[in-house]
């Protein structure tokens, strides 16, 4: 692929001044595209799914917005993603729920198989694209009490163990087919919307009830296992039994990944600060890329403050193989696909950023103590002609620059998805 004249002018320009502070932006652009993100599926049809008896979301969920064109079907979701991955750079996984199965004949959660999915796999292979996976803990009338693998009744947690049991012979055949790890994401949403006379046993059930999930050892070159914390979710204000202290123990004493999402703490914790923290422990962690507005945890991601910080210290630490990067926000009241684009370009903008900066630099003079070098280094770095190499990068790998991309998506809306009249899914 090539890139339009002025697109090159400028990025020969960008690179000089990189390189007058010692950083090779060919050698950026090379780590990029070897940085695989994980796409979440569920941005695509507001998390709805395809089982028989769909329910709106529930259970600690929600998605707000009435954008047309939501994906009803898995053809037409693949449509999407298709469209989505052809305007973002790079090659790009896709995080698939268990709510996404082709049901032809109806299945219960914890009857879900391999077969399911095998439309997946064969177009993930075509589409030379490497799956993820989630058991789905809500959305479903064993979940409606707010309580799943924490629940007190024995025939409810077993039902949903069984899920779980489910989900990681689905994510080993997933692994198994593509040649590398399926990761198959746990996020339980047990909690209690108000204040907890016993904190206690919810969290000896929910260790107990991943542990029998977890009991058989599956190859890690197949799937690896994560547990991912919340701090409170909309019906668990008061108390969710999955908290980070008790995944980070968990993960710790199980050797599983742990997930970190960006919208799951308090509004002022970040999760950048966490990542050198974690890693000092565990050997992989799994990043849901999200952006908190006061109680949502969901929003689309924008270039922030917050999302740069992530990538820098990504990179900074040297954690490039041990972070695992995935993507989780819903948005329904802008172009679904659109909101995939943003998300993921912002994703890749600011990796981009933080393999621009002069790392040993800034290092460097930190270690010396001369933290007023640090600061104007940093300080210099937010105008450095970051926008000239992403443009480059998009032209090179065959994907429009700018905002070009929205030209493709307001085509793909005008002729395919605003056709799409709506089936509302049955209210719980
Ligand atoms: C649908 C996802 O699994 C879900 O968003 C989960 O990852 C989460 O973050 C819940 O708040
Ligand atoms: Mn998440």
């Known amino acids: 692929m090539t890139s339009t004249p002025n697109c090159a002018a400028a990025f020969e320009l960008a690179s000089e001044q990189y390189a007058s502070i010692g950083v090779n932006v060919k050698a950026a652009l090379s780590m990029l595209s070897n940085i695989a993100v994980s796409v979440h599926c569920w941005q695509g049809d507001d998390v709805v799914g395809f089982e028989s008896d769909a329910r709106a979301l529930g259970d600690g969920l929600a998605v707000t917005g009435n954008y047309p064109g939501r994906a009803r079907n898995a053809d037409e979701l693949r449509s999407d993603l298709r469209l989505a991955y052809s305007l973002i750079p790079g090659k790009h996984r896709l995080n698939l729920h268990a709510l996404y199965g082709d049901f032809e004949t109806p299945a219960d959660r914890d009857e879900i198989e391999v077969s399911h999915f095998q439309g997946w796999i064969d177009w993930a292979r075509d589409q030379q694209i490497s799956l993820d996976f989630n058991p789905s803990f809500f959305s479903h009338r064993n979940a409606s009490d707010g309580f799943t693998l924490a629940h007190s009744d024995p025939g409810i ?12 012979k689905i994510a080993a055949a997933m692994g198994a087919e593509q040649g590398n790890p399926c990761i198959n994401n746990f996020w339980v949403p047990d909690g209690y919307k108000d204040t907890p006379a016993n904190r206690r046993q919810p969290r000896e059930r929910l260790a107990d009830s991943l542990d029998a999930v977890f009991a058989e050892p599956l190859a890690t070159d197949h799937t690896l296992d994560a547990v991912e914390c919340k701090l409170f979710g909309i019906g668990s204000e008061s108390y969710v039994v999955g908290s980070h202290e008790f995944y980070m123990g968990y993960a710790m004493s199980r050797n599983k990944v742990l ?53 820098q210290e990504i990179v900074r630490g040297g954690y490039l193989q041990r972070v695992n990067i995935g993507l989780d926000f819903f948005d329904a009241s802008i172009n679904r696909v659109a909101a995939w684009v943003i998300g993921t370009r912002n994703v890749l903008k600011a990796l981009l950023a933080a393999l621009l900066e002069p790392v040993d630099l800034l290092q460097k003079a930190e270690a010396e103590g001369d933290y007023t070098t640090r600061l104007a280094l940093m300080e210099e770095q937010k105008t450095m002609p970051l926008g000239a190499v992403w443009d480059y990068y998009c032209e090179s790998t065959g994907v429009p620059s700018g905002s070009q991309w929205l030209t493709n998506v307001r085509h793909y809306e005008d002729s395919i998805s605003a056709d799409r009249s709506e089936i509302a899914p049955s209210i719980i």
């Open 157 to 168: 947690r077993q039902f949903w163990i069984d899920h779980g049991i489910a989900c990681r």
């Open 259 to 311: 997930c970190l999402d960006a919208g799951h703490f308090h509004p002022t914790e970040v999760i950048s600060d966490k990542i050198s923290s974690v890693l000092m422990y565990l050997p992989q962690i799994l990043l849901h890329v999200s952006r908190g507005v006061r109680w949502d945890s969901d929003h689309v991601v924008t270039f922030t403050d917050e999302l740069q910080a992530i990538m």
